[in-house]
C-alpha cells in the first residue's frame, strides 16, 4: 500500500526470538517456520537445519538474511574507553563496516540524545556510508520510539517520494526496533507512519521470544518468557589493555533495564535470603569466593568446565536432604 512493488516484503519483519527460546531446537524450528514468510532472522541454524530437512541450498536461493548488530556490551565497553559514544559510531561506519549495512543499538545510555545530538555531528560519515546505518532503540515505548525516530532521520537526512506519494528516508539510514513487536504494535506502527504520510519500509521491526512463546487461554495472553522470569545475561567487567574496567548499561528511559556493574558477588542475607554487590574488581571477587563471602562459583574458564555437578548434588541444593 505505501511501498514501491520492488521493495521485499519478505523483508519487512526480523525474527530476534533465538535469545529467548528455552533450547536450540525450539529455535531453529520457529526459525523454520519464520522462513516460509520472511527472510531475515538471527537463528543462524535455521539455514543448515532447512538444508538438511527441506531441500534447499542457500548458496541458490534466498533462505535467511541478517545483518552485523552491535550490542550494549560492545557500546558500554567502548564507552568506557572512549567517554563518549560517538567515537565508536565514527569508527563502524569508517573503520569496521565501511561497505556493510548494519544496526546500532543506541540507548545504553541517552537514546535521544544520540539520535538528536549525535547523529548530526557524523552526518558526512553516514553519508559517505556505502550501506545503511540503522538506529536501535532498545527501551521506552517502542511504538512511539521507533516512528519519532523516522521522522526525526527524516528532518536531518531527507529522502525521496515514492511512486506511491509516501516518505522514503535517504538509503543511509533507517530506524529499527529489534524485538517487542506484536501484531497489534506493528499495525498501530505502520498506521502512524502512513498517517504522517511516511511509507512503511523506512522501519525493521523485531518480533522476539514473547511474540514466539506467548500463551493465550480464554482470550487472555499469558507470555513464559525470559522476560517474564527477569532472567537475562549483560557484560559487567571487562579487561582492556590490561587494565580493568567496570561497563554497565542504564538507559534514560529504561530504568528496570540498568545493569549491574563490575563484577558481582551473591551472598545469603538472613533476612531477605539471596542478595548481590556489585562494582568489585576481579581479584575482589575471586578472594570473596576463596574465602566463602561469595556463593558465585566457577563452572567455565577459559572456555573449560572446572566444575561439575552430579544430579543428586543439584537436588541437595534445591531441597537439602529432603528430596
Request: glycine fraction near 8%.
Amino acid at each position: 500500500m505505501t511501498c514501491d512493488d520492488n521493495v521485499p516484503k519478505s523483508r519487512a519483519l526480523g525474527a530476534f526470538d533465538f535469545r529467548g527460546e528455552e533450547c536450540l531446537e525450539s529455535a531453529v524450528k520457529a526459525g523454520a517456520g519464520w522462513c516460509l514468510s520472511f527472510l531475515n532472522t538471527a537463528t543462524v541454524p535455521t539455514i543448515p537445519y532447512l538444508e538438511e530437512n527441506y531441500n534447499c541450498d542457500c548458496t541458490s536461493e534466498a533462505v535467511a538474511f541478517g545483518s552485523p548488530s552491535t550490542e550494549h556490551s560492545v557500546m558500554c565497553s567502548n564507552y568506557a574507553v572512549d567517554g563518549d559514544e560517538e567515537t565508536l559510531l565514527k569508527r563502524l561506519l569508517v573503520d569496521i563496516y565501511p561497505n556493510t549495512s548494519f544496526s546500532a543499538v543506541l540507548d545504553s545510555y541517552d537514546y535521544w540524545n544520540v539520535i538528536d545530538n549525535i547523529l548530526p555531528r557524523i552526518k558526512k560519515e553516514i553519508m559517505e556510508h556505502n550501506g545503511c546505518m540503522l538506529m536501535r532503540g532498545d527501551s521506552g515505548e517502542c511504538i512511539d520510539v521507533v516512528t519519532k525516530t523516522v521522522f526525526k532521520l527524516w528532518d536531518e537526512f531527507g529522502g525521496t517520494v515514492n511512486s506511491k506519494g509516501y516518505k522514503v528516508l535517504d538509503h543511509h539510514v533507517k530506524a529499527i526496533y529489534g524485538d517487542s513487536i506484536t501484531v497489534q504494535r506493528c499495525k498501530k506502527i505502520y498506521q502512524i507512519l502512513i498517517e504522517n504520510g511516511f511509507a512503511c519500509s523506512n522501519v525493521a521491526l523485531g518480533v522476539g521470544s514473547f511474540s514466539f512463546q506467548c500463551i493465550e487461554e480464554d482470550g487472555i495472553l499469558k507470555p513464559f518468557t525470559r522476560d517474564t522470569f527477569s532472567s537475562c545475561i549483560k557484560a559487567t567487567y571487562c579487561e582492556i589493555k590490561d587494565v580493568p574496567t567496570p561497563i554497565f548499561k542504564d538507559p534514560k528511559d529504561g530504568g528496570f533495564k540498568k545493569s549491574q556493574k563490575g563484577c558481582c558477588i551473591v551472598f545469603n542475607d538472613d533476612d531477605v535470603g539471596l542478595c548481590f554487590q556489585d562494582e568489585f574488581s576481579w581479584k575482589q571477587a575471586c578472594d570473596a569466593t576463596k574465602c566463602g563471602e561469595n556463593l558465585l562459583t566457577p563452572i567455565f574458564s577459559d572456555g573449560k568446565m572446572v566444575k561439575e555437578s552430579s544430579l543428586k548434588e543439584i537436588r541437595n541444593t534445591l531441597w537439602g536432604n529432603e528430596f
